[in-house]
């Protein structure tokens, strides 16, 4: 029987430089022999970008926290039936720029939907399912905001104020300090090498 594959994911504000960052630990499992599977959220699999369109799109009627919750949690099922969970089965890494924990970040600790009924979610959608390991891209939000507005990135998730890019920065660490087996807070306020330098340092020592 072949092994289980590993979940990698990588969590943070905006601007924190995820998805460049995703690329290369795609790259370094890649150059280990391993076959990777690169992939997003909300998103990854074609029914979950349809859901992940809706969900960032504005809408004139508003979009309540737990639509926007129920959301995230359907596209997160389309995406773990049609990608991760095949791709873990084959014993593929899979690399998912966001998941479960930007879920507790953004509707949980920055809309207040109550951590409870984020753990009735997870549970009902992932089961045991967790990922191995989880970089939280770690960045001051006044910085990251600039960083999301300089590349010009206008979904309404990009307009919050600080106070949320605050709430859900503080969520993210105050998961990482709960969960140190799993995740591994990286100082994404320096540049895009020594980030870089920092997460193969984790990657190494962890996997
Ligand atoms: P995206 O443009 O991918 O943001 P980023 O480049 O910062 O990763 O937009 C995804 C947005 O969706 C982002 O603002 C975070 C938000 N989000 C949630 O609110 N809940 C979730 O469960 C996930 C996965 C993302």
């Given at each position: 029987m072949t092994d289980y594959g590993r979940l990698i994911t990588l969590e943070g504000g905006e601007g924190a430089g995820k998805s460049t960052q995703a690329r290369h630990v795609r790259d370094w499992l890649v150059a280990r022999g391993r076959k990777v599977t690169l992939t997003r959220e909300p998103g990854g699999s074609p029914l979950a970008e349809k859901i992940r369109e809706v969900v960032l799109q504005d809408w004139a009627e508003g979009v309540s926290p737990q639509t926007e919750l129920l959301l995230m949690f359907a596209a997160r099922a389309?995406?773990?039936?049609?990608?991760?969970?095949?791709?873990?089965?084959?014993?593929?890494?899979?690399?998912?720029?966001?998941?479960?924990?930007?879920?507790?970040?953004?509707?949980g600790g920055g809309k207040?939907?109550?951590?409870?009924?984020?753990?009735?979610?997870?549970?009902?959608?992932?089961?045991?399912?967790?990922?191995?390991?989880?970089?939280?891209?770690?960045?001051?939000?006044?910085?990251?905001?600039?960083?999301?507005?300089?590349?010009?990135?206008?979904?309404?998730?990009?307009?919050?104020?600080?106070?949320?890019?605050?709430?859900?920065?503080?969520?993210?660490?105050?998961?990482?300090?709960?969960?140190?087996?799993?995740?591994?807070?990286?100082?994404?306020?320096?540049g895009i090498d020594q980030v870089r330098s920092q997460i193969e340092t984790v990657l190494e020592q962890r996997l």
């Open positions: 389309a995406h773990l039936q049609a990608l991760i969970e095949p791709a873990l089965a084959a014993g593929q890494d899979v690399v998912c720029d966001r998941f479960v924990d930007s879920s507790y970040a953004y509707q207040g939907v109550a951590e409870t009924h984020l753990q009735a979610l997870e549970r009902f959608v992932l089961g045991d399912l967790k990922p191995t390991l989880t970089l939280v891209l770690d960045l001051d939000p006044a910085s990251g905001l600039q960083r999301a507005r300089q590349r010009g990135e206008v979904n309404r998730f990009e307009e919050h104020d600080l106070a949320f890019a605050l709430r859900v920065r503080n969520t993210f660490l105050a998961r990482a300090a709960r969960d140190p087996g799993r995740c591994a807070v990286i100082d994404a306020g320096v």
